[in-house]
């Protein structure tokens, strides 16, 4: 098992910046490739970036793609996704995921995650 903790959420103004972190416990973080998603009200869930399990690759959606960066840290079992240059619509809640699937490529598609965190909110006000 894996336990997620995402943080670092809250109201920020367009143009502004947040920096979200997530916490992993459990299995060994560094096996795991991350994801961040988002799900505004109602809305599907859907994929921000995700990135492997070493860092070397990353994918991000084209809404967030030269905004958004995702990294992680793997000594200490923590993922982050700073965001750039806000937009009201990025609005949502932020969710981080690990998939337990052995890949080199970032993985994009919701299913595949086998481990979600409690979410936190962002709000970006216009």
């Known amino acids: 098992q894996v336990q997620l903790v995402e943080s670092g959420g809250g109201l920020v103004q367009a143009g502004g910046s947040l920096r979200l972190s997530c916490a992993a416990s459990g299995r060994t973080f560094s096996n795991f490739p991350m994801g961040w998603f988002r799900q505004a009200p109602g809305k599907e869930r859907e994929i921000v970036t995700a990135?492997?399990?070493?860092?070397?690759?990353?994918y991000y959606a084209d809404s967030v793609r030269g905004r958004f960066t995702i990294s992680r840290d793997n000594a200490k079992n923590t993922v982050y996704l700073q965001m750039n240059s806000l937009k009201p619509e990025d609005t949502a809640v932020y969710y981080c995921?690990?998939?337990?699937?052995?890949?080199?490529?970032?993985?994009?598609?919701?299913?595949?995650?086998?481990?979600w965190g409690q979410g936190t909110q962002v709000t970006v006000s216009s």
């Open positions: 990135i492997t399990w070493s860092g070397g690759s990353t």
């Open positions: 995921a690990a998939s337990s699937r052995i890949t080199m490529a970032p993985i994009r598609q919701v299913k595949a995650y086998d481990y």
